[in-house]
C-alpha cells in the first residue's frame, strides 16, 4: 500500500520559516519522483516543487529563491525549507510521488500517481 505522509506545517507570521517532510512507502523510489503541490482555488493543486527521478528540480516561480527541497540519500523522504514566507504562501501542501509532475492538476487525481493527505500552513500578516 502506498503511502505518503507529511508533517511539518504550521502557522507563523510572515517572514518565518517552516519545514515540511514527506515520508513515502510501498512504491518503487527510483521509478518515481517526489515533490510538493499546494491546494489553490477550488480543487486545483499547483506544483511547488519536485524532483524528478533523474534529479532535475523544480521550483514554481514566486517561491524560487525562497524554498529549497532536498531529498535523503534512500529517496524515501522529501523535505521542503520554506522561508521568508508570506500570506501568498498559505495554503494546503500535498506530498506526491509522480514521474512527469504536471504544474496543476486538480488535487488527489490520478493524473498523478500518488498523494498525501495534506498539511495546512497558515501564514499571518
Known amino acids: 500500500q502506498v503511502q505518503l505522509v507529511e508533517s511539518g506545517g504550521g502557522s507563523v507570521q510572515a517572514g518565518g520559516s517552516l519545514r515540511l517532510s514527506c515520508i513515502g512507502s510501498?512504491?518503487?523510489?527510483?521509478?518515481?519522483?517526489m515533490g510538493w503541490y499546494r491546494q489553490v482555488a477550488g480543487n486545483e493543486c499547483e506544483l511547488v516543487s519536485s524532483?524528478?527521478?533523474?534529479?532535475?528540480?523544480y521550483y514554481e516561480e514566486r517561491v524560487k529563491g525562497r524554498f529549497t527541497i532536498s531529498q535523503d540519500n534512500a529517496k524515501t523522504t522529501v523535505y521542503l525549507q520554506m522561508n521568508s514566507l508570506t500570506p501568498d504562501d498559505a495554503a494546503v501542501y500535498l506530498c506526491?510521488?509522480?514521474?512527469?509532475?504536471?504544474?496543476?492538476?486538480?488535487?488527489?487525481?490520478?493524473?498523478?500517481?500518488?498523494w498525501g493527505r495534506g498539511t495546512q500552513v497558515t501564514v499571518s500578516s
Open positions: 510501498g512504491f518503487t523510489f527510483d521509478d518515481l519522483g
Open positions: 524532483i524528478r527521478r533523474d534529479g532535475t528540480v
Open positions: 506526491a510521488a509522480d514521474l512527469l509532475f504536471p504544474r496543476l492538476a486538480q488535487c488527489n487525481a490520478r493524473r498523478v500517481h500518488y
